[in-house]
């Protein structure tokens, strides 16, 4: 590796980062992060802080694991890769999908299908969801619905059914025949509706509504996330995922949950899918599947699904479709050791604590500081606040203050992640208490920058 004054003068001259503007990561470079340890980052100049980001919502087991890093460098000298079109397979891809599907068979999952990260999982349930129902003979069922604030990864049918519009609108025209419902998010609605429980009524009402106008029998899958995550941490109401189960049922829907941050223990449940007491037809995951130590993500297909595919006689089941490193043996040995490390630690249990602590103490600053506007979470180790330059009148807090207080922040012990005026954050999982109130007094001093 080059020394350090390399790194700091080649930083963003060479490479177009993901989700900044070229421009801005010339004239600001990034933070370079060099090291990491437990639940810490340190960076080239050698500040540590908790990461309060978790990496990007997925090192749920820290960050020094040494389970998942030896099983890595073991299957590197075994078999660094080989193809799993049709045809080939490898041991540890073998292993992994069992465990795969032994950890969210409660949630009535029987296959998986490895991908290489969360847009793959997602576009592979998009797929799988319309090759389903032409398989069973209703081919008329190609479109999509999902929630406004969803975020999908940004593949073109993912980013077709996110509903961020900075994700979509400098990349259209998108997928046609996606459509969206409001987000449950009580903050901001247009039934100015503060009750989650009556905006949950609101937005099923309104589910039913797009059905009608679209005729049940264009749609082929419903897509959401159990808690919207990139979108700014949107809890819905207990009842809220149960009411759109019902609507999906009583339709021909397939349901899918999108997992990418909510599988693998981060709502306090192993899935927010079962956090809410719902089976989907499909999951997408990625992320805490190897806790981030290797790319790797997983499109899981329900009993129902998977049904129709093995039984059919019709030879439209095959799937044309997947990735050069669908199964790839270092990413399946990764998933191994991270799902034993996972059960073996049961993080959901350290995840739904540390989660209220860090909910309870942001709460506690929402009381000191008139600039929050909306805290969120409450379910585990998501909780995302909202800024406001004038409280009465909810109005974004600007870009600038923002990353002042994001700065103050990371001088005073803490990375935290902005996604526009929101303020989010997805330690790992394996965060101590100690660490969460860094976090707390880090954002203390963020805010009193303002
Ligand atoms: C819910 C959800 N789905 C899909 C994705 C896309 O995943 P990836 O960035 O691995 O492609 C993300 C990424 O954060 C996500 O949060």
């Not at 060479?14 to 990491?36: E, F, K, Q, R």
């Not at 490895?114 to 389903?132: I, M, N, P, W």
């Not at 993500?297 to 439209?316: C, P, R, Y």
Request: net charge negative.
């Amino acid at each position: 590796m080059k020394d350090n004054n390399f790194i700091k003068e080649n930083n963003a001259k060479h490479m177009w980062h993901p989700m900044g503007h070229p421009a801005d990561s010339l004239a600001n470079p990034p933070t370079v992060i060099a090291s990491a340890k437990d639940s810490s980052i340190t960076d080239i100049d050698g500040h540590t802080v908790v990461d309060a980001v978790g990496g990007l919502w997925c090192v749920n087991l820290g960050y020094s694991n040494d389970t998942v890093k030896e099983a890595i460098s073991k299957q590197l000298y075994d078999l660094p890769y080989y193809s799993a079109f049709s045809g080939t397979t490898n041991p540890a891809a073998i292993e992994a999908s069992q465990m795969v599907r032994d950890m969210f068979a409660p949630d009535g999952m029987a296959r998986v299908f490895f991908t290489s990260g969360g847009s793959d999982s997602v576009e592979t349930c998009l797929r799988l969801a319309r090759q389903y129902h032409v398989v069973r003979g209703e081919p008329s069922r190609t479109k999509f619905i999902s929630l406004k604030k969803g975020y999908h990864g940004t593949h073109f049918g993912g980013a077709s059914v996110n509903g961020n519009n900075r994700f979509r609108i400098n990349y259209e025209p998108l997928l046609p025949g996606c459509y969206h419902l409001p987000a449950p998010y009580t903050y901001r609605n247009p039934f100015n509706e503060t009750d989650p429980a009556k905006l949950a009524q609101n937005i099923a009402a309104a589910f039913e509504d797009e059905i009608a106008f679209q005729g049940a029998n264009t749609i082929a899958a419903f897509i959401m996330e159990p808690i919207q995550g990139a979108g700014g941490v949107i809890v819905p109401d207990a009842s809220f995922m149960g009411l759109m189960r019902d609507i999906c049922d009583r339709h021909g829907i397939l349901m899918i949950s999108d997992e990418v941050i909510t599988g693998f223990g981060r709502t306090g449940d192993w899935s927010g899918a079962r956090h809410w007491g719902v089976k989907p037809d499909m999951m997408s995951m990625a992320k805490g599947i190897t806790s981030g130590y290797f790319p790797v993500g997983a499109a899981l297909i329900g009993d129902k699904v998977a049904e129709v595919f093995e039984n059919d006689t019709s030879g439209n089941a095959a799937i044309f479709h997947g990735y050069t490193y669908s199964a790839h043996p270092v990413g399946a040995a990764a998933v191994i050791a991270t799902i034993n490390e996972t059960l073996r630690l049961d993080t959901k249990v350290n995840a739904a604590a540390r989660g209220a602590q860090l909910f309870e103490g942001v709460q506690k600053l929402a009381q000191k500081y008139d600039i929050i506007g909306n805290v969120r979470g409450g379910h585990g180790l998501m909780t995302g606040i909202e800024l406001v330059s004038d409280a009465a009148k909810k109005t974004p807090m600007d870009m600038s203050v923002m990353k002042r207080i994001h700065k103050a922040a990371y001088d005073n012990g803490a990375m935290v992640r902005l996604g526009a005026n929101n303020i989010l954050m997805s330690p790992p999982l394996v965060i101590t208490d100690t660490e969460i109130s860094q976090i707390l007094s880090a954002l203390d001093a963020g805010f009193a920058s303002a």
